[in-house]
């Protein structure tokens, strides 16, 4: 996948001087050793100029590692540390950081005690005197081994925050009728670093119009028809896809300005599909699947949901409605006694045809069934249908809320082997407690109806991305296990 972070983590030891610098030497050598031999050379430079004891030797890493292409920096107390010297460093480097500490040897206490478990709490007390932000583990101090493990963890938080720091979100048109909830203020968007562009659907269509008869068109279409195969059911419509693909392909380009990394929040309807004459969720499909996310209905913290999972995934993600409860008939049917679910722990998750075909078990090419009851078909045209393939995923969204307070969820869960008898890009979703989370965090906390789905567990990291650009904690829900009360949850049932 492309439009996405390349990392280099910048690995510096520290050593308060009086400690043995040895120490941290010898540990900094083990470290990259362990982390070598299980995850390959390729993310992570060792600073070999100094051990950092001084501000002098702050400076003297900094330069090293910004000649190095290091984007992200790990500080690693060999010892107890130089509190100061070693927040300096990470106050000035401009990239996410993490702070990690090594364990000590019960066969030499004596001149090979490092005390860096006392040195972390130091650190910590400096990075928030200074207000600087850092990813700390759950348990940062550990052996060679161990710490490699934790620098391995911070690396979807680290592309997260980078490519958020390197992100531009392009909409296209104001949110359709009736859709308030997918409306939310954008100053927390700049807030965490990501710029915003929004343009006129109009800006759209005379953009898509001067495309008509590029001579890309043929190939695009080649490629669509070879993804969709036998279920090619409306050949008649790709070329119009194909010129609509590249008119965003040409607006990322010529749009995204100093910015590396983009996301697309684009129109779907009311008009759209009579003026263009197609519906664009295919689309949308193709290009997420690439790199780029694209949103339905012009939902901005949506697509920005969706590149957020993207870069913690390294995959594709899709955007979903947590559209209608399961029925107690396909329940009993197809569910109950086979898995451990209630009932409520069940949901179908639906869009009309955004899901990238990687991600469906079958996929066709249809015509939008909901905006067919009021147009014409041959309008409704460019959906992608077809059941989301079963296996475990992360149900999540990120949010402004109208009085402009980010806010966030997390739920793993997992798309179950049942048919879901319906139409559209659709799964049967099980997520444990769901039924409380629906209403406790969802309802509750006043989230949309649409939400991010990662196709795998990814809930530890992106708890900490949520963490590091500012979400209260407060302020993020999960699905909170059976037993455990939520604080509007009636203690009576």
């Known amino acids: 996948m492309n439009n996405m972070p390349e990392l280099k983590i910048g690995v510096v030891a520290v050593s308060r001087d009086c400690f043995p610098e040895s120490l941290s030497v010898s540990r900094r050598e083990a470290l990259m050793k362990a982390y070598k031999e299980k995850y390959g050379e390729e993310h992570i430079y060792e600073c070999p100029i100094c051990i950092v004891e001084s501000e002098i030797h702050m400076v003297q890493a900094l330069e090293d590692i910004k000649k190095a292409g290091c984007n992200a920096l790990v500080v690693y107390l060999g010892n107890f540390g130089p509190e100061i010297s070693e927040t300096l460093l990470a106050k000035h480097f401009d990239g996410p950081k993490m702070f990690v500490a090594a364990e000590e040897s019960g066969n030499n206490l004596i001149q090979g005690r490092g005390d860096a478990y006392c040195g972390m709490l130091n650190a910590s007390y400096n990075l928030k005197l200074r207000n600087i932000k850092a990813y700390i583990p759950e348990y940062p101090v550990g052996t060679a081994e161990e710490c490699a493990d934790m620098i391995h963890e911070f690396e979807p938080i680290a592309r997260a925050v980078i490519g958020l720091n390197n992100l531009k979100i392009i909409s296209f048109g104001p949110r359709p009728l009736n859709f308030l909830a997918c409306n939310a203020p954008i100053q927390q968007l700049y807030n965490i670093g990501v710029e915003i562009e929004e343009n006129s659907e109009l800006d759209l269509?005379?953009?898509?119009?001067?495309?008509?008869?590029?001579?890309?068109?043929?190939?695009?279409?080649?490629?669509?028809?070879?993804?969709?195969?036998?279920?090619?059911?409306?050949?008649?419509i790709l070329s119009k896809l194909a010129q609509y693909e590249l008119t965003l392909k040409d607006w990322v380009e010529e749009h995204r300005g100093y910015r590396k990394y983009v996301a697309i929040a684009g129109k779907c309807w009311p008009a759209f599909?009579?003026?263009?004459?197609?519906?664009?969720?295919?689309?949308?499909?193709?290009?997420?699947?690439?790199?780029?996310?694209?949103?339905?209905?012009?939902?901005?913290?949506?697509?920005?949901?969706?590149?957020?999972?993207?870069?913690?995934?390294?995959?594709?993600?899709?955007?979903?409605?947590?559209?209608?409860?399961?029925?107690?008939?396909?329940?009993?049917?197809?569910?109950?006694?086979?898995?451990?679910?209630?009932?409520?722990?069940?949901?179908?998750?639906?869009?009309?045809?955004?899901?990238?075909?990687?991600?469906?078990?079958?996929?066709?090419?249809?015509?939008?069934?909901?905006?067919?009851?009021?147009?014409?078909?041959?309008?409704?045209?460019?959906?992608?249908?077809?059941?989301?393939?079963?296996?475990?995923?992360?149900?999540?969204?990120?949010?402004?809320?109208?009085?402009?307070?980010?806010?966030?969820?997390?739920?793993?869960?997992?798309?179950?082997?049942?048919?879901?008898?319906?139409?559209?890009?659709?799964?049967?979703?099980?997520?444990?407690?769901?039924?409380?989370f629906y209403r406790h965090v969802l309802i509750e906390k006043n989230f949309p109806h649409h939400g991010a789905v990662a196709f795998g567990h990814y809930g530890k990291a992106l708890y900490e991305v949520f963490k590091y650009i500012g979400v209260p904690v407060d302020e993020i829900g999960y699905n909170q296990p059976k037993g455990v009360r939520y604080p509007t949850e009636n203690p009576w049932g």
């Open 205 to 236: 269509f005379e953009a898509y119009n001067k495309h008509a008869g590029d001579e890309r068109i043929p190939a695009i279409v080649k490629e669509m028809e070879e993804e969709l195969g036998a279920g090619n059911k409306k050949p008649e």
């Open 273 to 436: 599909q009579t003026q263009f004459g197609f519906v664009p969720c295919y689309v949308n499909s193709r290009l997420t699947a690439q790199g780029i996310p694209v949103s339905c209905e012009v939902d901005i913290y949506g697509a920005l949901s969706e590149f957020i999972g993207t870069v913690v995934s390294e995959d594709t993600v899709t955007l979903l409605d947590i559209n209608n409860s399961v029925p107690a008939d396909l329940y009993e049917e197809d569910i109950k006694g086979k898995f451990d679910y209630t009932l409520k722990d069940t949901f179908m998750g639906f869009h009309c045809g955004n899901t990238a075909s990687s991600k469906l078990s079958f996929c066709e090419m249809k015509y939008q069934m909901i905006m067919a009851r009021s147009l014409p078909i041959e309008v409704t045209q460019g959906t992608l249908e077809g059941d989301i393939k079963p296996g475990d995923i992360t149900f999540f969204r990120l949010q402004s809320t109208s009085d402009n307070v980010l806010r966030a969820y997390i739920a793993h869960g997992e798309v179950l082997p049942v048919a879901t008898r319906s139409f559209g890009a659709i799964g049967i979703f099980a997520i444990p407690e769901m039924g409380r």
